[in-house]
């Protein structure tokens, strides 16, 4: 069969989530994933096994990481996950500023190792780049998207508190997982010294208390492992193959077509609308035609940019929809460089209970609604405290003996930690563009990253340094160190734009709907969509956009519009 009512590009979060979507509501579905499959639990190889099973201790082998420069910098990228990882050579691109673009190819995409960290946005991380100039504005607001925020959390599972914080509204949420003594007592701290901040328990995609509805998926209550980027055969986090692909396939209407790269999508000059798409299958390297509806583009972000620059026809000799010639500029990502971190004395009386998966959160409160700094832009503040294994045994005490022993067994100092998930500007210069002369192993033009920082970004890390230090001195911190990792841009994991959604098609690619404004029937979803950063985990966001869009995209389709 080669024609589908609907066809996805990607099986990832937002991938995952327009099949679910399309499927319930009635529509025969294509999900073309470049990668291998995998299957819940099945292809899991190494949820189960304890650290001494594994080779290396865990560790890749230097031979690895040498022919692996990039995918080695990935977070929690180990012998036990590398897996879910593609190796760099799998996917060449051109770096012409220096860029780690981080990629999982398999069926379940990112899904399987994301952060799973789910914040709703508030209605000033929408506004707030129109209103103070370093953005356009988003063609939606917080009051457009609630509902399907509501939608996706209770399908998902994301556990939190209500916590009344205006800067990250209060969702639909299962119990969160409490804090540990340290971070109680942080939080009573900072309420005491920072009226305008308040940490609060982690809003993450695990199942803290699972509801019918994820029993219904086959999922069952988080065991507090947090060894979730093995892939979780208890289904405790959120991910597109232990949730959403499997509903979706319970429906009859889903087909998943693995080993499949997408060339292009297909466009038909009579009818000015897409046909299809052009896929190379990896195993027989046959190029095959599947013909749609309506396409979903939710291939991840950069991905997705490289499918519609490569889409083109007469009618697009630029790319699918690109008439501005801004397909593929605007690219952007989070802030994660600086961190601070510190010891504090006492509460050596006690621990922790397993190992809390989630971790607490400081919502914005930088230039939140009114400009209040000399950047422009939020950020928010990922927190919390640990107690390190064991205690630092001297140099020159004796490596040997009873007491030696007894030393490595009792727990070291508390650590407290703050680091920065902080908003990007959207830049024209920050842009991907397709190489005019190199290509990958499929004949597919390599992308080339042209992204970097900016003095903006420096002066958030410098501010950022500031009030975390003063924070952590209120708390009593002791051996402060403000730290910046210097990373490339990219190891955020975060990166989004180049497709960006825009009132006006002059400014921009997609409409509110997420609709190509020059091909009413490709949809795009991922975080190649975005208007702005934000200062939120973006990740529910793309989940749902991508419910509203399918919903609206099956409405038009019915009534005859697409």
């Known amino acids: ?60 082998p230097k031979a690895f990481t040498d022919a692996n420069p990039i995918t080695s910098k990935a977070w929690l990228f180990d012998e036990s996950s590398a897996h879910f990882f593609i190796e760099d050579q799998d996917h060449p691109y051109v770096q012409e500023k220096p860029f780690d673009w981080i990629r999982g190819y398999q069926v379940g995409g990112k899904s399987l190792t994301w952060g799973r960290a789910s914040q709703r946005w508030s209605d000033n991380e929408f506004k707030s780049p129109a209103q103070h100039g370093y953005g356009i504005e988003w063609p939606i607001g917080y009051a457009d998207i609630a509902s399907w925020y509501a939608h996706v959390e209770r399908f998902v599972g994301v556990c939190g508190a209500k916590d009344g914080v205006e800067s990250m509204p209060d969702g639909e949420y299962l119990p969160p997982f409490p804090f540990n003594c340290v971070e109680e007592f942080m939080y009573k701290t900072l309420v005491e010294h920072f009226p305008d901040r308040k940490m609060i328990q982690g809003r993450w995609a695990h199942l803290s208390e ?19 980027v093995r892939g979780c055969p208890f289904g405790g986090y959120f991910s597109s193959v232990a949730s959403t692909l499997p509903w979706a396939e319970k429906t009859g209407n889903l087909t998943i077509r693995p080993f499949s790269v997408v060339h292009s999508i297909l466009y038909h000059e009579k009818t000015g609308k897409a046909s299809g798409v052009r896929v190379i299958d990896t195993n027989s390297k046959e190029t095959l035609e599947f013909e749609a509806k309506i396409i979903f583009v939710n ?59 989630t971790g607490p959160i400081i919502p914005n409160y930088k230039n939140f609604k009114k400009k209040d700094a000399d950047f422009d832009g939020g950020y928010m503040t990922f927190a919390g405290a640990f107690r390190t294994p064991r205690r630092v045994v001297a140099d020159d005490a004796p490596q040997l003996g009873a007491d030696f022993k007894h030393q490595l ?67 009593g911190c002791k051996n402060i160190q403000l730290i910046d990792s210097k990373q490339n841009p990219g190891l955020d994991i975060h990166e989004m734009g180049g497709v960006r959604m825009g009132k006006d098609p002059q400014t921009s690619l997609l409409n509110a709907h997420n609709q190509l404004h020059y091909c009413k029937n490709v949809f795009v979803t991922d975080g190649a969509c975005m208007t702005s950063t934000g200062t939120q985990s973006p990740s529910i966001l793309y989940m749902a956009l991508t419910a509203r869009a399918a919903t609206y995209a099956v409405d038009q389709l019915k009534n005859g519009l697409l």
């Open 409 to 475: 067994s009792e727990a070291g100092d508390w650590n407290v930690y703050m680091y920065m998930q902080g908003e990007t500007v959207p830049k024209e210069s920050n842009r991907v563009y397709l190489s005019p002369d190199k290509v990958d192993q499929w004949g597919i033009p390599q992308l080339v990253t042209d992204v970097a920082y900016d003095e903006n970004d420096e002066k958030m890390i410098a501010d950022f340094h500031r009030e975390t230090k003063v924070m952590l001195e209120k708390t």
């Open 299 to 357: 291939a991840s972000a950069l991905n997705t940019n490289l499918i519609l620059l490569n889409s083109t026809s007469r009618r697009f000799p630029n790319g699918l929809g690109n008439d501005n010639g801004l397909l593929g500029k605007y690219i952007c990502f989070q802030n994660y460089r600086p961190a601070t971190f510190g010891t504090i004395d006492g509460f050596e009386d006690v621990y922790v209970t397993g190992r809390n998966p």
């Open 210 to 228: 699972p509801q019918e509805i994820h029993l219904q998926q086959g999922r069952g209550k988080c065991q507090c492992r947090n060894l979730c």
């Open 1 to 60: 069969m080669q024609t589908y009512d609907a066809i996805v590009i990607g099986s990832g979060i937002s991938g995952g989530w327009a099949a679910k979507e399309l499927c319930e509501q009635g529509l025969k579905t294509l999900v073309l994933e470049r990668g291998r499959d995998v299957k819940h639990i099945k292809d899991y190889p190494t949820a189960m096994k304890h650290p001494w099973e594994f080779k290396h201790g865990g560790k890749m």
